[in-house]
């Protein structure tokens, strides 16, 4: 399960950088930005995979409740770490960076390589 959660990271993680990243631009550095998505990540993620979707297994229900953890942590990193970026902001470049990473998952899943 460990392998499994790492590699699921790893592509959130890099999916997320470039998006984010790229999103938020003009809001604060790059090593600023990098930093506020890896710390978004490192908060969001491990508790989804581990604790969320282990308590509620496979359902839709934790799928969707996984995805708003995510999210809505992610944001709260945003508008805490990075300046002048507002919950607003946050929130759609949170929702643009979780659709492209689960995006990109599924695709890897459905080819076989996940």
Same mark, same amino acid.
């Given at each position: 399960?460990?392998?499994?959660?790492?590699?699921?990271?790893?592509?959130?993680?890099?999916?997320?950088?470039?998006?984010?990243?790229?999103?938020?631009?003009?809001?604060?550095? &790059?090593?600023?930005?990098?930093?506020?998505?890896?710390?978004?990540?490192?908060?969001?993620?491990?508790?989804?995979?581990?604790?969320?979707?282990?308590?509620?297994?496979?359902?839709?229900?934790?799928?969707?409740?996984?995805?708003?953890?995510?999210?809505?942590?992610?944001?709260?990193?945003?508008?805490?770490?990075?300046?002048?970026?507002?919950?607003?902001?946050?929130?759609?470049?949170?929702?643009?960076?979780?659709?492209?990473?689960?995006?990109?998952?599924?695709? &890897?899943?459905?080819?076989?390589?996940?």
């Amino acid at each position: 399960m460990i392998g499994a959660w790492a590699i699921a990271f790893a592509i959130t993680l890099c999916v997320e950088l470039m998006v984010a990243g790229w999103l938020l631009r003009a809001d604060d550095t &790059l090593l600023r930005r990098f930093g506020a998505i890896g710390l978004a990540n490192v908060a969001s993620h491990p508790l989804a995979f581990f604790v969320i979707s282990q308590a509620l297994g496979a359902a839709v229900a934790s799928f969707i409740l996984a995805e708003v953890w995510a999210v809505l942590s992610e944001v709260a990193v945003y508008v805490l770490v990075l300046r002048g970026v507002g919950a607003g902001r946050a929130l759609a470049v949170s929702l643009l960076a979780n659709g492209a990473s689960l995006g990109v998952g599924v695709v &890897l899943q459905a080819a076989g390589w996940l």
